[in-house]
Nanobody, 124 residues
Framework: QVQLVESGGGLAQAGGSLNLSCAAS????????MGWFRQAPGKEREFVAA????????YYADSVKGRFTISRDNAKNTVYLQMNSLKPEDTADYYC?????????????????WGQGTQVTVSS
């Protein structure tokens, strides 16, 4: 089975940076979309960023475009989310997810496997 383990969350000040990691194991990740989602208290889970494992095309939510960067390390089967210029509204639990498909999807229902999440808190 697929396992996803996130790390790198924590407390940051507004304007600061954090780098989240998602270590993936259990199956080949070719022909997948690797996604990051977040969920703030009392809100629905929302799309943050995603990329195709093969080809590397990247997609971002408008709210993070220009501040967050998704990347991967094929050798380590790890996906990263570099978060810069953090804002208090970025405070949420962040989740890594995998979609076994060659088409992009922006909704949580389109992803089959999820990590346990890592908490990000941005203070003003």
């Amino acid at each position: 089975q697929v396992q996803l383990v996130e790390s790198g969350g924590g407390l940051a000040q507004a304007g600061g940076s954090l780098n989240l990691s998602c270590a993936a194991s259990g199956r080949t990740f070719r022909n997948t979309v690797m996604g990051w989602f977040r969920q703030a208290p009392g809100k629905e889970r929302e799309f943050v960023a995603a990329m195709f494992w093969i080809g590397g095309s990247r997609y971002y939510a408008d709210s993070v475009k220009g501040r967050f960067t998704i990347s991967r390390d094929n050798a380590k089967n790890t996906v990263y989310l570099q978060m810069n210029s953090l804002k208090p509204e970025d405070t949420a639990d962040y989740y890594c997810a995998v979609r076994y498909s060659t088409t992009m999807n922006y909704y949580p229902s389109g992803y089959s496997y999820w990590g346990q999440g890592t908490q990000v808190t941005v203070s003003s």
